[in-house]
């Protein structure tokens, strides 16, 4: 059996109602960061999707009124004709590649404040707002009545905008999920009580949607498969709900209740097809298609997925940000150019924080309307050699696109293997997926005959200018700072007893402190919290001490803050919240609390010191100040060695530069406009 052969069944066309989708491939709703705010941007992205192949293409989260405002998130929306020629801007890209798009009508319920419209939010109950000091108004009759002819009113709308399928949205914790719930569903009425009276608003919401399209869109719902946590919805009861449901909607999307530790969970902590033994046991309650997500990134994985029974669509939402040329590369039978979602989770920090999805992996995400960007071409460039110092994950990038554009490159690494920072990271507990960031490079490297890759290559100024090249890209990264030098002590830490400090460099280059060791995190995202874990794997007595208030802070972005204490506790570190190093000698740490003078003293034979990095950035600012106007010239240093941040940051930078390499002028910065 050939490739293509063994991979049909991920191409047979399906029907879903009374549409009919290409093949198995379905980008499942998503958050963007785009929404009702960017839908150029969002129209673009989703659009090279569906030209990658993805069969179904779906919008994120979509309002149907302004009681549902999940600012400063910015949502899609459906609440008028200006919103419906929004996102007909989506549907048409969709269309022009043979796809189907589909819309996942949203009513946020007591979750959302509601910041912009200012509506009361409404709820089952009066509940609190996840992160605001809002509660939510009890509905009536009136506001279920309402709800409906809301959701009818924003069906129709997918429908004029072109979309070919219409979800109806319960679960996540959102206002239906409330309404299913027997905590939260206080209702004498025929909505509560009974589990078929909890059930019942998602029923007529199914039946009001159906009636509204008609025969022209199908209708899905997004439902969990294993309820929404013991005091709501039990395993058992959400079987006998989709049993009850089962043969309405033309399309089941199974989530599950732990939407941030196991069905968002990053590679850190959960494996692909994580969800499948969860969704194996829903699948037989209905004969409709069934769609569900797993992080697949392995062809094999997802064959068995259809071929099992277990699902009839591949879902995905970051592998298709990762690659959005996954389904074609398959079915051309060019799996070594995947470019394999690594599960850190970047997509989704972005969102959170109210910007524009991007992604570790593929650094046009985002910029496919904007710049221009395609994750698959790239113009060719103006001819001439370029060398690039430092294969780290900015010069594998650089090099890689500067040769698709017909450059010849020279990549000179100093030490003996490729990746730089990645190389070294991944070997740290739970990151092994991030090395995917430099196998995909290096692979492509390997198989251009104008990039030549050199290691045991330390570059002074003198070699670079005897090498000759008419570009030098500068990417010798960054080092950790010994001196406990970040944000909360710009100026360092005076009196560190320097021969017990060490830095994850000296960690991830073998050493390993014994005894009673303090990590000291300033950095506040994974690395603290991973070193912490390795030495205590190691048989280290380790005491986490963070400035934040929380271990591994910024993971809040990611979804991975509440799995990160746990893995912590479970590898039996110690943590210490809100406390800054003020002093280290003789084997005791000194911390004072963030919010008050007092002090805590801690022994330590070893003091790990995770708080910020200093570019390595000597050889660019000596070839650079050759240059007697001060310019640049043909000089550029890219990723940490301008700019220490994370993987995602060099690798765009060394994107960037590639593009831009021999005259292109940067797209600038495009304003989106709403098509009102």
């Keep these: 059996m050939t490739p293509e052969e063994r991979y049909r069944p991920l191409f047979e066309p399906l029907r879903i109602g009374p549409v009919v989708a290409p093949n198995r491939f379905y980008q499942v709703p998503h958050c963007t960061g785009m929404g009702h705010v960017l839908p150029q941007t969002l129209a673009a992205m989703r659009g090279v999707k569906a030209e990658g192949g993805w069969g179904v293409v779906c919008t994120e989260y979509c309002s149907i009124h302004p009681s549902s405002d999940d600012q400063p998130h910015p949502f899609a929306s459906l609440w008028d004709d200006g919103d419906v020629r929004n996102l007909a801007l989506m549907a048409e890209r969709v269309h022009e590649h043979g796809s189907l798009a589909g819309a996942e009508l949203w009513h946020g319920g007591s979750y959302v404040p509601n910041l912009a419209s200012r509506v009361p939010p409404i709820g089952v109950r009066s509940m609190p707002s996840r992160n605001d000091p809002v509660q939510s108004r009890r509905m009536d009759r009136r506001d279920i009545r309402l709800l409906r002819e809301w959701h009818r009113a924003a069906a129709l709308r997918a429908r004029d905008a072109g979309f070919d399928i219409v979800y109806v949205y319960p679960a996540h914790g959102y206002l239906l999920s409330e309404f299913l719930s027997r905590t939260l569903n206080g209702r004498s009425d025929e909505y509560g009580g009974s589990l078929e009276n909890r059930v019942r608003l998602v029923r007529e919401l199914i039946e009001d949607t159906r009636d509204a399209v008609g025969d022209r869109c199908a209708v899905a719902v997004r439902f969990s498969a294993d309820g929404h946590g013991d005091e709501h919805m039990s395993a058992a009861e959400a079987h006998d709900a989709i049993g009850l449901l089962a043969e309405l909607p033309d399309l089941w999307d199974f989530v599950v209740a732990d939407y941030y530790g196991e069905e968002m969970a990053?590679?850190?902590?959960?494996?692909?097809?994580?969800?499948e033994t969860k969704v194996a046991a829903v699948r037989k309650l209905t004969t409709k298609p069934v769609v569900?997500?797993?992080?697949?990134?392995?062809?094999?994985?997802?064959?068995?997925?259809l071929k099992s029974g277990?699902?009839?669509f591949v879902g995905a939402a970051r592998?298709?940000?990762?690659?959005?040329f996954l389904p074609a590369k398959i079915r051309e039978g060019r799996y070594e150019d995947i470019r394999e979602?690594?599960?850190?989770?970047?997509?989704?920090?972005?969102?959170?924080?109210g910007a524009a999805v991007r992604c570790t992996q593929n650094p046009t995400m985002g910029e496919e309307w904007r710049k221009g960007w395609h994750p698959e071409k790239i113009p060719a460039g103006s001819g001439g050699s370029v060398l690039v110092v430092g294969a780290g994950p900015a010069g594998l990038e650089a090099a890689m696109s500067l040769g698709r554009r017909g450059y010849d490159v020279s990549l000179a690494e100093a030490s003996g293997e490729p990746g730089g920072r990645v190389a070294r990271e991944s070997r740290l507990p739970g990151l092994a997926e991030w090395g995917r960031v430099r196998d995909y490079r290096v692979g492509q490297i390997r198989r251009m005959a104008n990039v030549a890759l050199y290691f045991e290559s330390p570059l002074g100024v003198a070699e670079v200018r005897e090498f000759g090249a008419d570009h030098v890209l500068v990417a010798t990264g960054a080092r950790w700072r010994a001196d406990g030098r970040g944000r909360t002590a710009p100026g360092g830490i005076a009196g560190l007893d320097a021969e017990r400090v060490c830095t994850p460099d000296d960690l991830m280059a073998g050493a390993r402190p014994a005894g009673r060791v303090v990590v000291y995190d300033d950095d506040n995202y994974y690395m603290g919290p991973v070193l912490a874990q390795l030495l205590a794997r190691h048989g280290a007595e380790v005491t986490y001490v963070t400035t934040s208030s929380h271990a591994g802070y910024w993971s809040e972005y990611t979804g991975e803050r509440p799995a990160t204490h746990a893995a912590l506790l479970a590898d039996g570190v110690r943590v210490v919240l809100n406390r800054a190093l003020a002093r280290y000698a003789d084997r005791n740490a000194e911390f004072a609390c963030v919010y008050s003078a007092e002090l805590m003293a801690l022994e330590a034979d070893r003091l790990v010191l995770v708080t910020s990095r200093e570019p390595n950035d000597a050889l660019y600012r000596e070839l650079a100040g050759e240059n007697p106007d001060g310019s640049e010239g043909s000089v550029r240093a890219i990723g940490d060695c301008a700019q220490p941040a994370l993987i995602a940051h060099a690798v765009y930078a060394g994107h960037e530069a590639a593009r831009e390499l021999g005259g292109v002028i940067p797209a600038g910065f495009a304003r989106d406009r709403l098509v009102r």
Excluded: K
């Design 292 to 305: 569900s997500v797993g992080r697949f990134t392995s062809p094999d994985t997802m064959l068995r997925q």
């Design 319 to 324: 592998p298709s940000i990762a690659d959005p």
């Design 341 to 353: 979602c690594i599960g850190c989770n970047f997509c989704y920090a972005h969102n959170y924080r």
């Design 310 to 312: 277990v699902l009839d």
């Design 266 to 275: 990053g590679s850190r902590f959960l494996p692909e097809a994580s969800l």
